[in-house]
């Protein structure tokens, strides 16, 4: 079985803080992870997968086996940065479902 | 290319009505799937499914639920007999052809809400 986790409902942060989202998978697997983003009043869209190894609006994520994680990170938050967040996992290579975590809502305060 | 379709974006129904929604994927795509998120929870899989095929039912309730994305025409969530429990937000997301490594792109879901 899949399992995604993300332990925070919500995570506030200040303007030019650091931001790490946590999230951590159980796949017994080949996963392939993504980070999906959802906007105030917009629809879910992908922010970055594993696979693309690279930074998207500022943010990164890296793909560590060991510790089964996935944690989404950014520098200096921005205002525009506030939304739901959520991790999600399927098996490489393969067009299946999505398994997701109850997603993280961030807060980027002022 | 307008995106994933679904409709309606908000629905009401009464105890026992049927509930239909409706996903139209993106132009070229051939792959629809259905999920469904309940309050304060995160997005549950329900149904994946190909032109005339239904690929993966793992995630669909075992009664009243069924699915179709049929040759022609959008795909169809279709819920029998609601029950106040299926109160949620439906998504549907489509993919291109291939197995390997496509995006799947989300839709702007439907709110359903039962009396």
């Known amino acids: 079985a899949q399992r995604v986790t993300q332990p925070e409902k919500l995570l506030s942060v200040f303007k030019g803080a650091p931001v790490e989202l946590k999230c951590n998978y159980s796949?017994?697997?080949?996963?392939?992870l993504f980070w999906y983003v959802q906007y105030s009043r917009q629809r879910l869209q992908l922010l970055l997968r594993?696979?693309s190894r690279e930074s998207i609006k500022g943010f990164t994520a890296d793909l560590n086996k060991g510790e089964t994680s996935f944690h989404l990170k950014k520098p200096f938050a921005q205002e525009e940065d506030s939304a739901m967040y959520y991790c999600?996992?399927?098996?490489?290579?393969?067009?299946?479902?999505?398994?997701f975590g109850t997603g993280t809502r961030l807060q980027v305060t002022l | 290319n307008a995106g994933v379709m679904q409709n309606p974006r908000h629905l009401v129904r009464r105890r026992g009505q049927e509930a239909r929604l409706r996903c139209s994927p993106m132009k070229g795509h051939s792959h629809v799937y259905w999920y469904r998120q309940l309050p304060e929870e995160g997005l549950k899989f329900m149904v994946y499914?190909?032109?005339?095929?239904?690929?993966?039912e793992s995630g669909m309730p075992k009664e009243r639920f069924s699915a179709e994305f049929p040759k022609e025409g959008p795909s169809i969530l279709r819920i029998q007999q609601v029950v106040r429990g299926d109160s949620a937000a439906y998504f549907c997301?489509?993919?291109?052809?291939?197995?390997?490594?496509?995006?799947?792109?989300f839709g702007p879901g439907t709110r359903l809400t039962v009396l």
């Open positions: 594993h696979i």
């Open positions: 796949y017994s697997g080949s996963p392939e």
């Open positions: 997301a489509s993919s291109p052809p291939g197995t390997a490594y496509n995006e799947q792109f």
């Open positions: 499914l190909q032109k005339e095929n239904i690929i993966d």
């Open positions: 999600a996992l399927r098996p490489t290579g393969t067009a299946s479902k999505l398994t």
